[in-house]
């Protein structure tokens, strides 16, 4: 027998916390994993999952208005925001459900507490004020928006949290920020019939992506009808006599609006977490510091997921998760991979990216070439919906390795995946040139793009 009451005890049962839990107890370790709000974490209860079904219940406007030009006369149709809420509600506690069983079934001990640490082998749980100790912690806590509490009238908004359950849809609202989540919410409330506005400190929405998607995002996004607010913040939020919201900008005046939500970054959940008692360093943002691992500064404590701010996307969490067992339980010491991470961004058109932007490839080699197509999807054809479909991939000149793929428009983010495999398996240009088409498809663009639209050489487009 060991000293300590548990092998690993685990913080937080989100993406990454469940499966270390879930993998060590079913190796047989003496597990115990302690989550605060509900299994499943922010990606099942409030993130990834109830978004994603928010964006299908935004898309059948438009589904709608498509099918009259393939010769359907669609009835009068109309929206229920409360049988929407209901419905996904129903289905996360379905999967929140199947969390818990998971962890049961490979014998985890499941605790309904917050727990915080006051050793580097001590945690109390909160709900008991009991302390237990473990040989191995992980903490897993994730992180929550941020609430800007120097914005006055910031008491007066919401978060990503509060747009899951409100009570009802609003007419109006005002999003700040220009990260996936606000891009996202703008899209989901602009197709429920929401009167939106997005409002965004830079100069363009989705730092970091492509320019010619973020270009090409908020081009369709406006053309919808979203109005974008680019460089340009909230000052001050306030009640009106109506009851309404008045959000007072620097650059735009007064916008009336139902709501304002903020979207303006995600920190990790430290706070009154114990750190310090366990001597665990963490960085200026509050994030927990750790090596290439996932090990903090005290040897037996790791951190994995969105509370290290390395990436923050669910099967990140999970994949350093994986790799924690490996290192830990399975004698092979294995590093979190975070190179060439496909994703996806929920908006309408999607984005579907991977590997390097133009602007980041240009940086890093001497040589680039761009192939670069820009179409109307077939199934805009006979539904005359104005929309284009943009798809990119940026090969490295020198040994023609493709470094980047971008795409928007329909189904963006399923495509992603498949690219994903391509460019980790180290995929080159002439590979996509002597594969077949799938005709057809949108998807086909990529392997008929035969020469490139222009190069980019030392920084400079010739
Ligand atoms: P979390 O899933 O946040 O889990 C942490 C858990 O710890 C929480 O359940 C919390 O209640 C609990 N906890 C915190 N402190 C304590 C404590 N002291 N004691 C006990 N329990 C505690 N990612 C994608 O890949 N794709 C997407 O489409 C996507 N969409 C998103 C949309 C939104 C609106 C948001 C907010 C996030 C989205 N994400 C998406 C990000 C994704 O949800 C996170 O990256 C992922 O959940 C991180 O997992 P985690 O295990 O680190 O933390």
Same mark, same amino acid.
């Given at each position: ?167 009802? &849809?609003? #007419?109006?609202?005002?999003? !700040? $920020?220009? %990260?996936?989540? +606000?891009?996202?919410? /703008?899209?989901?409330?602009? *197709? ?71 979207? &303006?970054? #995600?920190?990790?959940?430290? !706070? $009154?977490? %114990?750190?310090? +008692?366990?001597?665990? /360093?963490?960085?200026?943002? *509050? ?176």
């Amino acid at each position: 027998m060991t000293q300590f009451d548990y092998d690993l005890f685990v913080i937080g049962g989100g993406s990454g916390g469940v499966r270390s839990a879930r993998l060590a107890a079913a190796m047989g370790k003496r597990v115990a994993i302690a989550e605060e709000y509900r299994f499943g974490g922010t990606c099942v209860i409030r993130g990834c999952v109830p978004k994603k079904l928010f964006v299908y219940a935004s898309q059948f406007h438009e589904h709608f208005e498509d099918a009259r030009g393939y010769g359907w006369t669609v009835g009068d149709t109309s929206f229920s925001w409360k049988a929407l809420i209901e419905a996904k509600d129903r289905e996360i506690a379905r999967l929140e459900g199947l969390y818990r069983k998971g962890l049961e079934n490979a014998g985890a001990e499941i605790l309904e507490t917050r727990a915080e640490l006051v050793g580097p082998h001590n945690i109390r749980l909160v709900k008991s004020g009991k302390v237990v100790t473990a040989e191995r912690i992980v903490i897993a806590v994730g992180g929550s928006a941020n609430p800007h509490a120097s914005l006055p009238g910031y008491e007066l908004c919401i978060t990503s949290n509060d747009a899951f359950h409100l009570e009802e &849809l609003p #007419r109006s609202i005002v999003i !700040a $920020g220009g %990260g996936y989540i +606000a891009v996202e919410f /703008a899209n989901i409330f602009h *197709g429920l019939g929401v009167d939106t506005t997005l409002i965004y400190r830079g100069k363009e929405i989705l730092s970091r992506f492509d320019q010619d998607m973020r270009h090409g995002l908020h081009e369709a996004m406006e053309a919808k009808g979203i109005r974008i607010l680019c460089e340009d913040i909230i000052t001050k939020v306030s009640r009106t006599a109506a009851g309404g919201l008045l959000a007072e900008t620097k650059n735009n005046g007064h916008l009336s609006t139902d709501q304002v939500m903020l979207a &303006l970054g #995600r920190d990790p959940n430290t !706070a $009154g977490l %114990g750190l310090e +008692a366990a001597g665990v /360093a963490v960085n200026d943002r *509050g994030a927990v510091i750790v090596d290439e691992y996932s090990r903090t500064n005290v040897p037996n404590i790791y951190a994995l997921g969105d509370v290290t701010d390395r990436v923050q996307l669910t099967p990140v969490a999970i994949h350093e998760a994986m790799c924690f067992i490996e290192t830990e339980y399975k004698n092979n010491p294995t590093a979190p991979d975070h190179d060439l991470i496909a994703t996806a961004v929920f908006s309408q058109p999607e984005i579907g990216t991977v590997g390097l932007s133009e602007e980041d490839a240009a940086k890093r080699f001497e040589e680039i070439e761009v192939y670069r197509a820009q179409f109307r999807p077939m199934k805009a054809t006979l539904s005359g919906r104005q929309e284009k479909m943009i798809m990119k991939l940026i090969v490295n000149a020198a040994d023609r390795k493709v470094v980047g793929a971008h795409i928007l428009g329909h189904d963006a983010g399923e495509m992603a995946q498949l690219l994903g495999v391509s460019l980790k398996a180290g995929v080159t240009k002439d590979d996509f040139d002597r594969t077949m088409a799938v005709h057809p498809t949108a998807a086909e663009e990529l392997v008929t793009m035969y020469s490139p639209t222009y190069r980019v050489r030392n920084g400079e487009r010739v």
